[in-house]
């Protein structure tokens, strides 16, 4: 089975797969890539989690695909996933499970996702990943120097086909677009004029 | 009904309580003769007649039990009709020789309704009032073209009209309907009104009054009695997918899709079980529905044998013959909703969530949480003003670790465990509690919201509380996280 990716963009995950994101700004690349799909997009969040994606703050598009799932128990909110991943049609899967995935359950999820040929993303604790996953990005809000840039940091730090990465991106939070920053921090816009 | 459960020869009454009020709302043959009557207190009741048995009323299964006999008179005419909350009117026209006469249709009915335990009185009459007045008040056959002579026998109160009218007539020594007959109309017009000789005149026939019974919504019911027990998981799989045959024709010959069923299952040990599934959107397909009673039915219990299958889709909608064809649209919509109906049916459907946007400038209440099964997607209107955040939390309290001037979120502190420096703050915003909805949330007053960025990276929702009081300490809280 082939799996595509596009070369040239190295955000795009791969189709059919299972991927994960770690780290404080999980949620913010769980919506960058939720923007740049096309289709539904299914959100699975335990039922005594205190967040919530909010409606207002989503970009335009995506709010009107979101749909949310609160399992109560975390063999609910994997059977749900399972589930979700094997529907055709979706865009992207997201999910917030609590514990550290099993090989086991990581399987069975990239099984359930070949089957549907969707994407799924995991946004999981630190270092609670399992080693079924297609990638894992380590992903972190950083501060700027510049007003008017919202900037992130987002490191490739495992995949299973093709090279590791660290990118620092601007990225607004309003659309599915974003501006690479260069490697050496310099200034990205015009200079100020003295 | 309560009754026939519980099986008692003496007198019987239901008690209905209606405010702070208990009253007879229904009773018993041998009660009546008691002196007791519809109506009365219940307490006085109990004072008249001490032995008398009572049980609460339930108008729900009352109505329930009265729709289900109104079904099962079809079977005598094809027009019936609710008569008040206690009756029921058919049209027999050109229907008893189907019987072999009029006398002959009254012994079988009442035979059939005694042999199930109901008690009953049955009247037969040219004209809907007559019918009404010989069904209460006498029971039995006028027969065709008597008229009036037929009823003119009978107390007023069998013409349809309030008590208080009936004790004026009575006050003026009318008490039978045959007295009102002769009567010149316009004085009893004049101090009756209008509306008893429009009663009188409906039952003597003069005016007409047609049975017009409402459409019936269509029962989608099927069932299967087996020879012998079954109680393998395969085999009653096998009988509901025959059942969800026949309701899936019955569906789509009436353009109707199920929406919730339930398939009862009786037990030779006269337990019965029950499974419901809801449905994420109508439909009429067996395998896709089949398919969702899979997990109920491998649970079951199937006792000593499963001996009757009943399936009733007891809420439909709507649902128009589909296109159908290479559509992908269409497909993945198909494809959605079966997804939902799967886990609406493990997880209740009011964990299967879609967020609408609503009015309110309220960060809780700007978007709506409502059930993907039964809403639909809405166009989000584009955000003006400041930015909102894409995770939204409960407020959660945020230590201020020093620099803290009024009016001026604080230089640094620490949330969730975490210490920050604020970089960058952009605000306020003020929003104003809703004073018409009490809040418990928003009894602190105002909220000014800041969008504080972070030198360690993460960029903050959080708001100060200027209103209040000054002894609580905590001022500052966070609420949701910046992309």
């Known amino acids: 089975m082939r799996f595509e990716t596009d070369p040239l963009d190295p955000f795009s995950l791969m189709k059919a797969r299972v991927h994960e994101a770690e780290g404080l700004g999980r949620y913010g690349f769980a919506v960058f890539q939720a923007a740049r799909s096309v289709g539904a997009v299914i959100w699975v969040i335990p039922n005594h989690a205190p967040h919530l994606p909010m409606l207002r703050g989503l970009p335009v598009k995506l709010a009107e695909r979101l749909h949310i799932l609160r399992p109560k128990s975390e063999q609910d909110l994997l059977w749900s996933v399972e589930e979700a991943l094997r529907t055709k049609g979706l865009g992207l899967v997201i999910a917030e499970p609590e514990k550290p995935l099993s090989l086991l359950a990581g399987r069975r999820l990239q099984l359930a996702a070949e089957t549907g040929r969707t994407t799924g993303l995991m946004l999981i604790r630190q270092d609670q990943g399992s080693n079924a996953a297609q990638t894992r990005w380590h992903c972190m809000p950083v501060a700027a120097q510049q007003r008017d840039l919202t900037l992130h940091q987002w490191i490739l730090k495992k995949n299973k086909k093709g090279t590791f990465g660290n990118w620092t991106v601007d990225w607004n939070g309003k659309t599915g677009s974003l501006h690479l920053v260069s490697a050496a921090g310099q200034r990205y816009g015009p200079a100020e004029t003295p | 009904m309560a009754l026939r459960k519980r099986p008692n020869a003496g007198p019987f009454a239901l008690i209905h309580r209606s405010g702070n009020k208990e009253h007879v709302h229904c009773l018993n043959a041998v009660a009546e003769r008691g002196g007791l009557h519809r109506g009365m207190a219940a307490a006085d009741a109990r004072a008249i007649c001490p032995d008398l048995v009572t049980r609460p009323a339930d108008l729900g299964r009352e109505a329930a039990a009265l729709a289900s006999l109104r079904r099962w008179i079809t079977r005598y005419s094809p027009l019936v009709v609710w008569d008040g909350s206690d009756g029921l009117i058919a049209d027999i026209t050109g229907v008893p020789h189907l019987f072999g006469g009029e006398q002959d249709l009254l012994d079988d009915l009442g035979a059939r309704l005694i042999r199930v335990g109901l008690t009953f009185s049955v009247g037969i009459a040219d004209t809907r009032g007559a019918a009404y007045a010989m069904a209460r008040h006498a029971g039995g056959i006028i027969p065709e073209g008597v008229g009036g002579a037929g009823i003119a026998g009978l107390p007023l109160a069998g013409l349809r009209i309030g008590s208080d009218v009936v004790d004026g007539l009575a006050r003026m020594g009318l008490h039978k309907i045959g007295d009102l007959i002769p009567l010149p109309r316009a004085p009893l017009a004049r101090r009756f009104g209008q509306p008893l000789l429009m009663r009188l005149d409906q039952a003597l026939g003069i005016q007409s009054e047609p049975i017009a019974p409402e459409k019936e919504l269509e029962h989608f019911g099927v069932r299967m009695t087996l020879p012998e027990p079954i109680g393998l998981?395969?085999?009653?799989?096998?009988?509901?997918?025959?059942?969800?045959?026949?309701?899936?024709?019955?569906?789509?010959?009436?353009?109707?899709?199920?929406?919730?069923?339930?398939?009862?299952?009786?037990?030779?040990?006269?337990?019965?079980?029950?499974?419901?599934?809801?449905?994420?959107?109508?439909?009429?397909?067996?395998?896709?529905?089949?398919?969702?009673?899979?997990?109920?039915?491998?649970?079951?219990?199937?006792?000593?044998?499963?001996?009757?299958?009943?399936?009733?889709?007891?809420?439909?909608?709507?649902?128009?013959?589909?296109?159908?064809?290479?559509?992908?649209?269409?497909?993945?919509?198909?494809?959605?909703?079966?997804?939902?109906?799967?886990?609406?049916?493990?997880?209740?459907?009011?964990?299967?969530?879609?967020?609408?946007?609503?009015?309110?400038?309220?960060?809780?209440?700007?978007?709506?949480?409502?059930?993907?099964?039964?809403?639909?997607?809405?166009?989000?209107?584009?955000?003006?003003?400041?930015?909102?955040?894409?995770?939204?939390?409960?407020?959660?309290?945020?230590?201020?670790?020093?620099?803290?001037?009024?009016?001026?979120?604080?230089?640094?502190?620490?949330?969730?465990?975490?210490?920050?420096?604020?970089?960058?703050?952009?605000?306020?915003?003020?929003?104003?509690?809703?004073?018409?909805?009490?809040?418990?949330?928003?009894?602190?007053?105002?909220?000014?919201?800041?969008?504080?960025?972070?030198?360690?990276?993460?960029?903050?929702?959080?708001?100060?509380?200027?209103?209040?009081?000054?002894?609580?300490?905590?001022h500052w809280f966070a609420q949701g996280e910046f992309a």
């Open chain 2, 233 to 474: 998981q395969a085999d009653v799989m096998s009988g509901l997918s025959r059942l969800l045959g026949q309701l899936c024709a019955k569906l789509a010959h009436h353009h109707r899709g199920a929406r919730r069923l339930r398939l009862e299952l009786h037990r030779v040990d006269q337990e019965t079980v029950t499974l419901d599934i809801g449905l994420a959107r109508p439909m009429r397909d067996p395998d896709r529905i089949a398919g969702l009673f899979e997990k109920g039915v491998s649970e079951i219990d199937a006792g000593f044998g499963i001996e009757v299958m009943r399936l009733v889709s007891y809420l439909t909608e709507p649902l128009a013959p589909e296109q159908i064809g290479p559509n992908t649209d269409m497909a993945h919509d198909a494809a959605l909703a079966d997804l939902f109906s799967r886990v609406g049916n493990r997880l209740g459907f009011d964990r299967v969530l879609r967020l609408l946007p609503g009015h309110s400038k309220i960060p809780e209440r700007s978007h709506i949480i409502a059930s993907a099964a039964y809403s639909a997607a809405e166009p989000v209107p584009p955000q003006r003003g400041p930015q909102r955040p894409i995770i939204l939390f409960a407020p959660e309290p945020v230590t201020v670790r020093g620099g803290a001037q009024p009016g001026h979120p604080p230089a640094r502190f620490s949330w969730r465990r975490m210490t920050f420096t604020v970089l960058r703050a952009d605000g306020p915003e003020r929003i104003a509690p809703e004073w018409w909805f009490d809040d418990p949330a928003w009894r602190t007053g105002l909220r000014d919201y800041w969008r504080i960025e972070t030198r360690e990276g993460p960029r903050l929702w959080l708001f100060h509380t200027p209103q209040s009081s000054a002894w609580t300490a905590q």
